[in-house]
């Protein structure tokens, strides 16, 4: 018996720690066109989260790049959180560029796509 009870208590806690949870919308784009060989900036636009505890990296073939820079953490009256990460970077055709998104215990990875 004790051992439902406890079950029912742990179920409910979980429950009422993830209700406060809004997934994060995810954007993945250059400043401008996508074009190999040619000088660019990738952005990662988070928006919509809550609670603020997110950790947001922009990946090369998935590796972590250095020199990224981010915007304040801003909110809405609502709550939910945005943010925007950035780096410089020159395009190449057979290397790979994303944003892994995590949140909570969830981890996503959301690709660059060049736009030609």
């Known amino acids: 018996m004790k ?14 720690v993830n209700a406060n949870y809004i997934s994060p919308k995810v954007q993945v784009y250059s400043r401008m066109k996508g074009q190999f060989g040619e000088g660019n900036t990738l952005i990662c ?21 250095p020199r990224v820079m981010q915007t304040d953490l801003a909110f809405k009256p609502s709550w939910q959180f ?5 780096v410089p970077f ?11 998104v995590t949140h909570g215990s969830t981890v996503k990875n959301y690709a660059w796509e060049p736009n030609m």
Do not use: M, Q, W
């Open 90 to 100: 020159t395009p190449a055709a057979d290397h790979k560029y994303s944003c892994r």
């Open 82 to 86: 945005h943010l925007t990460y950035f």
């Open 3 to 16: 051992i439902v009870l406890c079950l029912a208590a742990l179920t409910a806690l979980y429950c009422c």
């Open 45 to 65: 636009n988070v928006k919509d989260f809550h609670p603020p505890d997110i950790t947001v990296e922009l990946l090369k073939d998935g590796e972590i790049l």
